[in-house]
């Protein structure tokens, strides 16, 4: 394998999204780049519900080839039903096939001169001087491919942060396990809309969702908890009240599963060579489980990171260290925001959901910390999940 047998200024591990927006930022700095997959096929398997917002922020138009259908805004439904209608900015965009945008933006990397490895395995990091030796089995075969700079973007399960000393490990209930159907005769309420359904009998510590995605659905759930299986909560979702009818005709083409980390951001991102990225960084909402835009976002700044380093001859820990003031800059609020919405969730039984989704509306166009403060507290009941707000 002629890729496996060069040296490299940048090797990024995973050509999940994250990584390829990683390998395409560095090869655009002009940093010699490897991309390395794991799987024969890029996009393979599928582990998300496939929504994504705002791809024009990277500078990537919208192709038919991959876009399955737009959506303006969601449908959240508490446990008895009640109903939120959301349509503010960061509930739009587009569900995507995963298995064609996958390979999009790794095609797009390779074509802005990224060098790609797949059915590659990362087993190992081993540092030589200022630089690193990724070991890699590709068919059978061990090979030791030099890179100044490793950026580790090989998801939940990651191994390469670890090999480099950083700790990105998580407990089983830090992450949640999803179970997914892509189903064909689903009936919509609206074909435009996702819809997300949270109750303790339905998906404990996590939500189910309907994610219309043009001639079929995405119909699963994630949960934290060890009484039950995802699968078997998802069977029982198909049986729940508020969508059976819908789903009476249903008929699954695609199972799915996976497992997203909710724990938020990882306590350090980089060190002397290393950049991590995407799900492997914890750079996933602990709210909703949404990952791809992060990911993508923060690959596109560890490879500019990266090919800085290379451009100025200095890819140390300090240097690098500038990867995660900028990512923190434009995520961490966020992340911890939601990180602190999803705790407060958790802690409410079905009956304090219902009640929190009629004090909210029927419709909520944008969440306004104020008014939402100025609703809840003429409801004792609920005013205590959220006085730490205050």
Sequence with gaps: ????????????V????GGSCAAYSSAKKGAKTLLIEKSQEIGEPVRCAEAIPFLEDFGIEPKEEFIRNKIVGGYLFSPSGYRIEIRQDKAQGYVVERKIFDKYLAIRAVKAGAKCSIKSTALRLERDGDEWIVVVEYLGDEYEVRSKIVIAADGVESNIAEYAGLKCKKKPLEVCSCAEFEMVNVKFINNEMMEFYFGNDIAPKGYAWIFPKGETANVGLGVRDKKKKAIDYLYEFLEYNLVKDRLDKATPIEFKVGGAPVSGPIEKT????VLVVGDAAGQIS???GGGIYLAMDCGFIAGEVAGEAIKNKNWSEEYLKVYEDRWKERHYNYLISHLKYRKILEKMDDEELDELAKTLGEKLDDIDLKKFIKKIIVKPKLLKYFKDLI
């Design 1 to 12: 394998m002629k890729e496996l047998k060069e040296s490299y200024d940048v090797v990024v």
């Design 14 to 17: 995973g050509a999940g999204p």
């Design 270 to 273: 980089y060190t002397d060579g």
């Design 286 to 288: 602990p709210l909703t």
